[in-house]
Nanobody, 121 residues
Framework: QVQLVESGGGSVQAGGSLRLTCAAS?????MGWFRQAPGKEREGVAG???????NYADSVKGRFTISRDNAKATLYLQMNSLQPEDTALYYC??????????????????WGQGTQVTVSS
């Protein structure tokens, strides 16, 4: 069973930055970040494949950067220019194949427990 452990969440004022980290128990080809705000559905934020190809939700393009260290099986999300609407529980997710991973459809095989990000105005 693959384990994903997120860290780095916290509280920050609007305009601030946070860096999320996800440590995986083994290498995963497809990894990404999802988030869920209170009263809203879970949505995809950013994804990255084993080659470093990335994709982002329109709402975070230009502000968030996803990256990974394959040797350490670790995923990162650098979040800059944070806004109150970015407040959510952020989940790390992963899959061995692209068929089982989709930001748009919020689909992944393995999920972390989540880390809270709160942005105040």
């Amino acid at each position: 069973q693959v384990q994903l452990v997120e860290s780095g969440g916290g509280s920050v004022q609007a305009g601030g930055s946070l860096r999320l980290t996800c440590a995986a128990s083994s290498f995963m080809a497809y990894m990404g970040w999802f988030r869920q705000a209170p009263g809203k559905e879970r949505e995809g934020v950013a994804g990255i494949d084993r080659s470093g190809n990335t994709n982002y939700a329109d709402s975070v393009k230009g502000r968030f950067t996803i990256s990974r260290d394959n040797a350490k099986a670790t995923l990162y999300l650098q979040m800059n220019s944070l806004q109150p609407e970015d407040t959510a529980l952020y989940y790390c997710a992963a899959a061995y194949s692209g068929y089982h991973f989709s930001l748009r459809e919020t689909r992944a095989t393995y999920w972390g427990q989540g880390t809270q990000v709160t942005v105040s105005s």
